[in-house]
């Protein structure tokens, strides 16, 4: 109990200081993010908190307007993952004979794919565009909301009261709509935190991989990849912005978890 | 054998208040007896027959009191001397025959398990021997058959009867039955009883039955406790309980068992319900659902005093012929 | 035992068929056409059209897809767009390095992440601790943890090598301070997953009568634990070990590409890179259906453990 408001509370600070961070970008941070300077690849000085990358930007001015890309990246693919995965899993849940076993067919086979590896070769394809992300990260997450989504459905539909009000009559849409989505609210939303964790995590392996947000956009994933030739020269280079998508990804985590 | 002393067990976590499940219980078993102990559910029987074992799930603990067994003080035995008690010398059977064996290994690997236990030399061939040996004393047909058998495979009766014959594999002195026979089917409760008391009579070992249902402890045990509350209301000889009871909630629950033949005078059913450990009254704690409850029952709890030659009645008001 | 089997893989069968002819449909023009992507935006349209003759990019999608579906089953991958290398001989040598790679971090991890949780469970300081790290190890990105890994163990201290493969025959030593790190920083999310389902299991499991009878009968915590606790909570990790392989199968290609290791992953992400689809098609390929068998193998040994399915 007073472990997980704990992990509530660690989650919601870090949520809360990116998001700040993401918002206040353009007046906290000492640079333009994007303006090349003469200093290259500085290491940590009083000008440069985290030191220049190659092209002599500023690496705490980059990692604090990355938040913005991450904070609507993670946000706007789970919720593409919901408005896949939940009209889905509703369906999937409620389903019975030969519906239901198609739609839970088709949904194991899509959780047994390898995330990255589809996103990769679907963002390669399409083209790595903020919108693009977005979607190709959607497309590969949303079994995960509909096989939850599917699992509560399927435990509310012998409940009492779902059955009462199939009784009288209920059209199974209005006891999808009204009587099991009330009471699958709160699962889902913590569902969806998770989901943004998820998808920023994938989108900074993305960017790693190098389809990220073409440049100049400070995009975490790449600029880890950006820094990591210099590790030698200067760490903070790659770990800064490393540590930005581990502790977004913990924050967002730590809240879905905490809900369940 | 068993006798237990002012046993008091608690559940409490951290910085919340203690509930004590058991409060101040004495009891005494003698060898080759049967002790029935009754009561409804969250009476304390249960928690009872756990502190006995020392199993109880965290955070309940035995906060104060002796279980003396065999010379020994059960409460205050060390973890490991205590492993050397459990199984070998009292072994406790469950109410649920269908989730008490492991889905996953043979009805003869579960055996040979609790005789490896207390005797670390006996070969393979030995454990099998002696695990056949048991299932014919439960009276399984085809014991070399059925000890290479998965308990899904088995009828519940059937898997109870693994159950008596791996607890009964180390010979134990004390056999702790804990609603041995409220999850299977009426005849074959019937068996299971039957065979319970066979075993009695072949080992010469005592048995303590938790029960809530006062037919199966009218046919098995020797004496009775009644526990209310987490605490011993009365305790007599078998007989006495079913024809002289002097505790109000024994005649309460000697009142709701359903007879076939017609029963003239009034009917004692109990109004209310028991109270949570938690919201427990300072008296008597039978006292709200009375109907012979005065002043006195509500200031202290009234003590258990002999009332009768091996009759003993935790009421102020006992015995109950004086109130009518 | 048998049946099942077959079932089972009647299902895994048209599955794979599915994935691999739409993984070829994706890179091979439905979402934009190769030759196009090969020779530019500025290609003229006659260039287009004679690059697709060439490799039978004109032909109807099924018609290529058998073709090449007929080549992958005997080996036959084509050649690859930049290197001009058969894609098999590519492969051969990069198909060993992964698999000893995961199984490294796999067997690590069910190892530690069972055995720790069955010793400690919800026990105090020591469960704290442990949740912590799982939490840690499934939110950290692989890049991250073994960038700072790389920074701590080879740039400060210099103990390790940064990056780079050394196969067995070129010194075993040599080898394995290679594989060290790697297998640590792929590890750390294998073992924070498999953490988690096992311990939410054990609790589960910890819970069933049968487990107060074990310790009825005299066995001591840790017998009871081992013996009757961890056997029936493990099954469920090996489904989830199978269930989520495309995961971790993720991390796999993230971390070799920190490290340089020259398996699948680094392979893969090349021919992303370089816009290779010969290679991004037999290396795809080859996951998807890896993905697919190691579940459909999990899902039997699940069936082979457990004496109440007799199928």
Known sequence: MTARRFRLGLGVALVAIIALAGLLAPWIAPFDPNASGADVLSGATATHWMGTDDLGRDVYSRVLHGARISLLVGPLAALVTAIIGVPFGLLA?????????????????????????????????????????????????????????????????????????????CKPSRILAFHIWPNIMRIVAAQMAIAVSAAIFTAASLGFLGLGLPPPAADWGSMVQSGFDYLSLNPLLSLAPGAAVALTVLGFYLVGRSVE | MLKIEGLRTVFGAAGLPEIAAVDGVDLTVARGRTLGIVGESGCGKSILSLSIMRLLPPPGRIAAGRILFGGQDLAALSNRQMRQVRGRRIAMIFQEPMTSLNPLRSIGAQIAEAIRTHDRGASAADLRARGIEALKRVRIPAPERRIDDYPHQMSGGMRQRVMIAMAL?????????????????????????????????????????????????????DEVAVMYAGRVAEQAGTAAIFNDPQHPYTLGLLGSIPRIEARPGRLLAIEGTVPPPFALPPGCRFAPRCVFADADCNTAPPPLRDIAPGQRVACFRAPVEDIA | MIGFALRRLAWVLPNIVVLTFLLFATTSGWLGSPAAMMLGTDASPAAIAELNARFGFDDPIVVQYLRWAGGALTGEFGRSYSTQQPVAAMIAPAFPVTIELALWAILLAVVTSVGLNSLVVARGVVGAISTGFSII????????????????????????????????????????????????????????????????????????????????????????????????????????????????????????????????????????????????????????????????LADLALAAMNPQIRL
């Not at chain 1, 739609?103 to 679907?122: E, G, R, S, T, Y």
């Not at chain 1, 394809?125 to 995960?144: D, H």
């Not at chain 3, 992953?265 to 290779?276: E, M, N, W």
């Open chain 3, 137 to 296: 190890g499934v939110t950290i990105p692989n890049f991250m943890l073994g960038a700072t890994l790389i920074t701590i163990f080879s740039v400060w201290l210099g103990w390790l090598p940064t990056t780079g493969w050394v196969p067995w025959d070129e010194g075993a030593l040599l080898h394995l301070k290679h594989l060290i790190l790697p297998v640590v920083t792929l590890f750390a999310f294998y073992f924070g997953s498999f953490s988690m389902v096992y311990r939410a299991e054990y609790r589960a499991v910890e819970r069933q009568l049968f487990v107060r009878v074990a310790a009825a009968k005299g066995l001591s915590e840790s017998a009871v634990s081992f013996r009757h606790v961890l056997p029936s909570a493990v099954l469920p990790v090996i489904t989830y070990v199978g269930l989520t392989l495309g995961q971790l199968v993720g991390g796999a290609v993230v971390t070799e590409t920190v490290f340089s290791i020259p398996g699948l992953g680094r392979l893969f992400v090349t021919a992303i890179g370089s816009y290779d689809y010969p290679v991004m098609l037999a290396v795809g390929s080859i996951i998807l259906v890896g993905v697919m068998v190691t579940n459909l």
């Open chain 2, 169 to 221: 594999s180390c010979a134990p002195d004390l056999l702790i039955a804990d609603e041995p026979t409220t999850a299977l089917d009426v005849t074959v409760q019937a068996q299971v009883l039957d065979l319970l008391r066979d075993l009695q009579a072949e080992t010469g070992m005592a048995i303590i039955l938790i029960t809530h249902d006062l037919g199966v402890v009218a046919r098995m045990a």
């Open chain 1, 93 to 169: 849940g409620y389903a019975r004979g030969r519906l239901n076993q198609f739609l839970v067919q088709v949904m194991d086979l899509f959780i047994a794919l390898p995330n990255l590896v589809l996103a990769l070769i679907i963002t390669v394809m399409v083209g790595a565009t903020l919108l693009n992300i977005v979607l190709v990260l959607g497309i590969v997450m949303w079994p995960e909301m509909a096989r939850l989504v599917r699992g509560q459905v399927m435990s509310l539909r012998e409940t009492p009261f779902i059955e009462a009000a199939r009784s009288i009559g």
